[in-house]
C-alpha cells in the first residue's frame, strides 16, 4: 500500500471516529430518565449523570406519611438514576463493548436495591412517625424539691 493512500485512510477513520464521538456526546447530553412512583405519589426526571433535575408530587403523596414519602422519593430517584446510567452505557456501547473501558464504566451503575413499598396510610392518618406505632415510653416521675433550709429565718432567697 503507498503512503498516500495509508495517510487518506487513516484521515477517513479518524474522521469518522470524530463523527461518531460528536453524535455519542449529543445523544449523552440529551439522556435522561423520568420515573414514576408505581403509586404515582412522586415522579423524578434525572439528568444523564444521575443529578436531580425535577421532582413533583401528586396529591396522592399528602395521604402519605412524611417517612413513606422519603423512601418513595429515595427509591424512584435511585431507578430514574440507574434507568439514565443504562441509557449512558446503551449509547457507548457500540464504540467500547466488550472492553475494559466499558466494563469501569459499568461498574459504576448502581444496583437496584429491593426494598418493600411503603404500606398504605391507615384512614384518617395524618402526619405520624413510625415510631409513634410503639407504646409510648413511661415517664419518670419529677424528683421532690428538697425541703427549703430555714437555718436563718428568712426562708429561700429565690422567692
Known sequence: MNPEQMIADLESRAQQLQQRSQQMQ????QASSTVTSPNE???VQVAPN???QHIEFSPVAMRLTHVQLSQL?????QKAQI???EQVASIVEPEFGGTE???FLRSFIPQQEEEEAPPPPAEGQVMREVSWNEPAPKLQPRPQRPPEDDEDGFGSVLR
Not at 449529543?26 to 447530553?29: A, D
Open 83 to 85: 434507568q439514565a446510567a
Open 101 to 103: 473501558a466499558m466494563d
Open 26 to 29: 449529543e445523544q449523552i447530553q
Open 41 to 43: 405519589a412522586v415522579t
Open 73 to 77: 422519593v429515595m427509591q424512584t430517584v
Open 50 to 52: 444521575g443529578a436531580l
